[in-house]
């Protein structure tokens, strides 16, 4: 059964303090990785996708890797205004009509203070 | 429009009452995705929709869950009969295709009281 792990839940980092966020997956056959932030009562943002295993993609602080098993949203210098719930999804291979359903972790939970 | 949009943006239900959430997706979006988000929780796939065709079903709960799309732009989610369970984040997701990196809407939030 495809699975997706999220860790730690929460993470409180002080402004400025550099840290990452782990999303450990099991998937018959990984089409794509996603990474989403989501801002209370709003729906998750698409930030990332990655495909193979050494990809790497980057957006201002943030910078998203991928293995075979685990993928890190590393979060460099962060802000206050970087503090939301922070998704992983897997998309598995062909599987006909279910291609395209993600599977969602249960998020890690930042909070950056001043 | 510029996003996914979604209605109500909150929705208190008796026990036992029908209730009905929208969504207009981006258009031109072919692939439409519902799912339900619990507090605290990762959003869970309900059902996906191609153009008009409902090609999976299968994160539906229960027959009280029910997912249209007629005319392959606005769907609908009804469920019937609502029980406290029902209660959560009900999230759609439009794409282009199926390729990911969906845009969501921010949600209806249903509370079954």
């Known amino acids: 059964e495809d699975q997706v792990t999220q860790s730690p839940e929460a993470l409180r980092l002080q402004e400025g303090e550099s840290s990452s966020l782990n999303c450990s997956y099991t998937?018959?056959?990984?089409?794509?990785l996603f990474w989403y932030r989501q801002d209370p009562g709003k729906g998750p943002e698409f930030l990332f996708t990655l495909y193979s295993a050494g990809e790497e993609k980057e957006k201002e602080r943030l910078k998203a890797t991928l293995t075979k098993k685990e993928s890190f949203l590393h979060i460099t210098a962060p802000k206050p205004e970087d503090s939301a719930t922070y998704l992983c999804a897997v998309q598995a291979l062909d599987r006909g009509s279910t291609l395209g359903r993600l599977y969602f972790g249960r998020g890690t939970q930042l909070t950056v203070w001043p | 429009g510029a996003g996914v949009s979604q209605s109500p943006r909150y929705k208190v239900a008796k026990r036992g009452q029908d209730v009905a959430l929208r969504c207009d997706p981006i258009s031109g979006h072919v692939s439409l995705f519902w799912y339900q988000q619990a507090l605290g929780q990762g959003p869970e796939f309900l059902t996906y929709f191609q153009n008009e065709a409902q090609l999976d079903k299968s994160g539906l709960p229960s027959d009280r869950f029910f997912a249209e799309r007629p005319e392959g732009s606005v769907s609908t989610l009804k469920i019937q009969r609502t029980q406290q369970e029902d209660s959560a984040v009900y999230l759609c997701a439009s794409s282009l295709d199926r390729a990911g990196g969906y845009t969501f809407g921010s949600g209806t939030r249903l509370t079954v009281v």
């Open positions: 998937v018959s056959g990984l089409r794509g």
